[in-house]
């Protein structure tokens, strides 16, 4: 048995395939394949000594924004460079830390809504007025400002709010009584003599109280029913708590759901200043920049050729689960000194474009074939999968369905933020989309080349909606169940033909799977040698000068005499 605290040298070239992880992004929803991770790691420890890692046995690690949080504590390396964390470290790590990250302790106030709005305004809507530009300047610097505001605004909102929401039964009922319900009845059967109304809004005061009353007659329901009027509170303090809340405001309108400052805490702590080419095994991780309109891949290849592509895994990290709406986008600079050269980011989540980054991973193997670069293996060319060895593992798919017509009473806020049914209609389909999209590919392509077997995709297709927010922390005992589960059932593929997930015959279960897949990341590495640990690259801020210690000099003679007198 070898021993797997020593890194593979790659002394056999010949033959053999390259072995590829995939993570999906998903927010709280990575506890699923941190579950599937944790199965295969133990399978991988039984089969080839308990000091197994699956930075081990894996070329490549590639993560898309939660999927990039679990790359990284996987491959990035700690005292002894050895993998930092375990799949079932990164498991521990969601349970205790998920609240912290996924929390804002800043209650937003009226006062501050109304501020933050006032500064984006001007700041983003008419930037080029030199008045309202010093006058954002101002109140940017006026927060002492809020607590002057705050009891204006209250009085104003809130308390004249709630208060006209709920009195009576709320405004329906208000309005069914501003007119006589059946004048002919109030007036002893006799019609009274009706001045036309001098205008439209006149007729419908006067009419919407017989109108709405007509409308309940016909449902069946009485504005005077005890059930109808607390379906109306119920519906008036609904509509209160949502609209009338500063901090959906807040959020709907103005700022990310969350500050940030747990998640970077959390990293920061874990990663420390680790940078990109210290990773024990090669990682890849997809980012998003929104001032260049274009993708950013990080890799540890590049970051070995370029100084400027190789930052600190926090800040990578950091920026890969900048999910817009959730998480503020996440800006760093770059310096290198041979060449000079300054590069500076402004990233977000590659959920936009990759949720599912296989075809990242791909691509980036394809680049290196390309350049010429050095790979684990000989003779595969660029498009031959036959030579490639990929797990994906999704984070659950929610199959929210629309229909048009109801899609066709949508704004900007309702395709944001679904409020009935407590969605994100338009992020959930960019990620749907993206990840089945780059599912149908892979497959199709590993199918015409004969090697369906190298690709092994596990995914939850139809994973309950109660479980489907990527922030609710209140689930992730169940998003835990959710892998369990998943390891028993069969493997699915996506069929070529309909695009339907479906299982495949003959292939067994999904642990299974893993289990035969571990036994072929074993081989593989026994295949290439483990006979020497990997060479150590030092960046240009982690070589030191080592200074020894001066030795002390003997005092004098002369000294000592004087001394013992």
Known sequence: MSDPTMAPAVTNKQGGELRILCIDGGGIRGLIPAKILDYLESELQRIDGSSARLADYFDYIVGTSTGA???????????????????????????????????????????????????LYIKYYDGNNETLLSLHDMLALGSALEPLLRPILDALIIAKGPAAATANGAGLQQLASVAPHDPAVNNGGVEPEEAPPTTTEDYIHEHAGAILQALCHAQGLALDSPPFQEGIKEFAEGLRRTLLNPNFVRHALLRPKYGGEGLRKVVRGKLGNRRLQE???????????????????????????????????????????????????????????????????????????????TTVAMNEVWRMIDRGEELPVEEISPMDCRKLRIL????????????????????????????????????????????????????????????????????????????????????????????????????????????????VKGAGTNKEALTKLAHQLVAERRRRGAAAPPPILLSVTDITTVVEPRPKRLKSQAYLRRAVS
């Not at 950091?318 to 709406?325: D, F, N």
């Not at 939850?460 to 169940?478: F, I, R, Y």
């Open 69 to 119: 949080l679990v790359t990284t504590m996987l491959a990035a390396p700690n005292k002894d460079n050895r993998p930092l964390c375990t799949a079932k470290e990164i498991i521990d790590l969601y349970l205790q830390e998920g609240a912290g990250i996924f929390r804002n302790d800043h209650k937003a106030t009226w006062a501050q809504v109304v501020l933050e709005a006032v500064l």
């Open 279 to 357: 990773t024990v095994t090669n990682v890849v991780v997809p980012t998003f920049d929104i001032k260049r309109n274009q993708p950013v891949v990080f890799s540890t290849s590049k970051a070995r050729q370029e100084q400027v592509m190789d930052p600190c895994l926090s800040d990578i990290c950091i920026a890969a689960t900048a999910a817009p709406t959730f998480f503020p986008a996440h800006k760093f600079n770059a310096l290198s000194f041979s060449p000079l050269k300054f590069e500076e980011f402004n990233l977000i989540d590659a959920g936009v474009f990759a949720n599912n980054p």
């Open 392 to 503: 994906s593992i999704g984070t659950g798919v929610v199959n929210h369905s629309y229909t048009a017509d109801e899609c066709n009473w949508w704004g900007l806020l309702p395709w944001v933020y679904n409020v009935r049914n407590k969605t994100q209609p338009l992020i959930d389909t960019l990620m749907y989309s993206t990840g089945s999209l780059v599912d149908y590919n892979v497959t199709l392509l590993f199918k015409s080349q004969r090697c369906e077997d190298n690709y092994l995709r596990i995914q939850e297709d139809h994973l309950d909606p109660a479980l489907g927010a990527m922030d609710d922390t209140s689930s992730m005992d169940k998003l835990v169940e959710i892998g369990e589960k998943l390891l028993e059932r069969p493997v699915y593929r996506t069929d070529s033909e309909t695009r339907e997930y479906q299982p």
